[in-house]
């Protein structure tokens, strides 16, 4: 029932259409606490198209090490990501759900569905987030599906350009069997269009490592 009005809205009238751009580098692609890239650096970027009753694509992309070699030997060295969804406020919060398609081009039997949802409040300079993501059982997972729940909290002083993170998240399924935790903090400044951002990344599958970044949004 929540998306019936914003689908209502959408068939009265045409919504306007922004979009936002970022591209930068990380020294080390990590999701979920593993490293995707061998913890090598990574070129990163995406596109997102928002439309003002919250519906919202997205394109994004990173590079990654080899994955999902075929019979030839060879893999998937980028990762692209599709997204469609929605994002607005309700009873107070900032909702987003979403349905993501993960692909990886050149590798084989790798490219697989997921459904994003996250939940936030903010006051003051504190924002706290719960969410959860859920692949359901298909070719790539085989007969298993596999689910992820984390918790953020974060602190953005209006003071001054420097945010703290911290997060955890638990992953259950064909990707973590027997499940498997990964937390992280992380310190964010912005210094124009750029952000630079330090992290210390952990999990129980994987060893810790720093991970530094910048991007630039336009």
Request: net charge negative; charged share 15%; hydrophobic share 40%.
């Amino acid at each position: 029932m929540l998306a019936a009005a914003p689908f209502a809205a959408l068939a009265a009238e045409p919504a306007a259409i922004s979009l936002d751009h970022e591209v930068g580098v990380v020294s080390d692609y990590r999701y979920r606490g593993l490293s995707l890239s061998d913890k090598r650096s990574a070129l990163q970027g995406g596109v997102v198209a928002s439309m003002s009753n919250g519906f919202y694509g997205s394109v994004w992309a990173s590079t990654i090490d080899e994955y999902g070699a075929g019979g030839d030997g060879k893999g998937a060295t980028v990762e692209v990501d599709y997204a469609l969804g929605w994002a607005s406020v309700v009873a107070g919060l900032d909702v987003d759900v979403a349905v993501t398609r993960y692909t990886y081009p050149g590798g084989e039997d790798v490219a697989y569905f997921e459904f994003p949802v996250t939940v936030a409040k903010g006051w003051n300079a504190w924002t706290a987030t719960v969410g959860g993501s859920y692949a359901p059982r298909q070719k790539t997972l085989g007969t298993e599906g596999d689910g992820y729940g984390f918790g953020r909290l974060q602190w953005s002083p209006s003071s001054g350009p420097v945010t703290l993170a911290v997060q955890a998240g638990y992953e259950s399924g064909a990707f973590a069997p027997g499940g498997k935790w990964d937390w992280s903090v992380s310190a964010a400044r912005q210094l124009g269009p750029f952000t630079a951002e330090l992290g210390f990344v952990d999990s129980d599958w994987a060893g810790s490592g720093l991970v530094a970044g910048l991007k630039a949004a336009f």
